[in-house]
């Protein structure tokens, strides 16, 4: 199974149809490189600074935007909100809320769309689809990082270790200010007027195989010690981007909302999906 990289992609208009599992653990990539290779000073920095972020960060929040750029029609679907982060005595949680969405210049319009990983399942509840999605990501009982890159439900690489890094990639120090290849590129770019205190990595799969994605890239702010924009460029030259902006770090009031599951009977899709792709823990229920 190749590994996703946005499970966000279901609330995304037509990219609904695009959701890939990623509730199982995908087989381990064998690297072509030694993870010992010379690697740039800088980025060999700026992974170690993720590595130990995971170490001091108690929980965050900050404005979140999700973008997709269509590599063949040049289309963009753009959706703004909140993003909560909460790391607990075992496990990570997080929570997106989206209030806005948008295609190309238009005009924003109002969407309720939450998403809500506690540490076991994840939940989605898309108001205007009238959609309730409950899944189980990680292995009953076992240690589960819904961040990592290639395999999480959420790509912000937060404490995830270097040697694993420098195995599954080729890292690759890029302009501060630059932004994926592909065309057209995300924008605004992060913070371009103040490039010293970002670092710009640029991931290749070396088994390109096993990821669904050709390239990421990762603007890690040396401020925050903390991933502020990731990229990731597909085979198709589509080019997802998650950027997080007004980041307040360890303020110990950040809570997870609480996703109620909608009554039988009241119009909305409702499915139950156990770890494994055993199929819904119930028949889901239609609109």
């Not at 190309?104 to 939940?123: A, M």
């Not at 690489?157 to 065309?183: S, W």
């Not at 010690?225 to 981007?241: A, G």
């Amino acid at each position: 199974m190749k590994r996703t990289g946005l499970y966000l992609a279901m609330l995304v208009g037509s990219l609904a149809a695009a959701h890939l599992s990623c509730g199982q653990t995908p087989p381990a990539t064998a690297p072509t490189t030694p993870a010992t290779a010379a690697v740039d000073p800088q980025a060999d920095k700026a992974l170690d600074l993720l590595q130990k972020r995971d170490g001091t960060l108690t929980d965050f929040t900050s404005k979140i935007r999700y973008q997709v750029i269509h590599g063949r029609t040049g289309d963009a679907e753009t959706s703004t909100g909140t993003f909560d982060y909460i790391k607990g005595a075992a496990d990570r949680k997080f929570a997106v809320q989206f209030d806005q969405s948008s295609v190309d210049e238009g005009k924003p319009r109002p969407i309720d769309q939450k998403i809500v990983f506690d540490g076991q399942w994840s939940i989605i509840r898309d108001v205007q689809k009238m959609l309730f999605v409950k899944e189980q990501l990680a292995p009953p009982g076992k240690p589960y990082d819904p961040f990592k890159l290639g395999q999480g439900p959420f790509p912000i690489p937060i404490g995830q270790d270097k040697q694993d890094m420098l195995r599954e990639f080729t890292v690759t120090v890029e302009p501060a200010n630059a932004t994926p290849t592909a065309d057209p590129v995300p924008d605004p770019k992060p913070d371009p007027k103040a490039p010293a205190t970002l670092v710009h990595l640029k991931l290749i799969p070396r088994n390109p195989k096993g990821f669904n994605f050709k390239e990421a890239h990762i603007w890690v702010s040396k401020e925050a010690e903390l991933p502020v924009q990731v990229s990731l460029v597909d085979k198709d030259e589509n080019v997802t981007t998650i950027e997080l902006t007004d980041i307040k770090i360890n303020t110990g009031t950040v809570k997870m909302p609480e996703l109620q599951e909608p009554a039988a009977g009241a119009g909305w899709r409702i499915e139950v999906k156990p770890y494994g792709g055993g199929g819904p823990a119930a028949p889901a229920t239609p609109k």
